[in-house]
Nanobody
Framework: QSRLVESGGGLVQPGGSLRLSCLAS????????VGWFRRAPGKEREGVAC??????ETAYAESVKGRFTISRDKNMAYLQMNNLKPEDSGVYYC???????????????????WGQGTQVTVSS
């Protein structure tokens, strides 16, 4: 069964770093579009970063540009988060759009697979 599982969340102080991982089971991510999303308490889920299928082209939300980096390798996707801020707190999800070479960002509804989420808390 194809699925995504995130890991790497936790509690970190402002200015710290975390690396989120997304493991794809049952398929490789190389030719899938991959996105990272987050949902802060009381807010709607929003796109954070994405990488195009079969490409190294990436896109980032303005709020995380220069601090977050998305990458992908075979059946893993990563989100390196540096200089974290309290407003980065939330549940982070990875998602995959099957066999997509579309440029990103992409609307959430096009993603075929979603992980269960991993909690990130930035607090002193």
């Amino acid at each position: 069964q194809s699925r995504l599982v995130e890991s790497g969340g936790g509690l970190v102080q402002p200015g710290g770093s975390l690396r989120l991982s997304c493991l794809a089971s049952g398929f490789a991510l190389d030719y899938h579009g991959v996105g990272w999303f987050r949902r802060a308490p009381g807010k709607e889920r929003e796109g954070v970063a994405c990488i195009e299928g079969g490409s190294t082209e990436t896109a980032y939300a303005e709020s995380v540009k220069g601090r977050f980096t998305i990458s992908r390798d075979k059946n893993m996707a990563y989100l390196q988060m540096n200089n974290l801020k309290p407003e980065d707190s939330g549940v982070y999800y990875c998602a995959a759009e099957a066999w997509s070479a579309n440029s990103c960002p992409r609307p959430q509804e096009v993603y075929d697979y979603w992980g269960q989420g991993t909690q990130v808390t930035v607090s002193s």
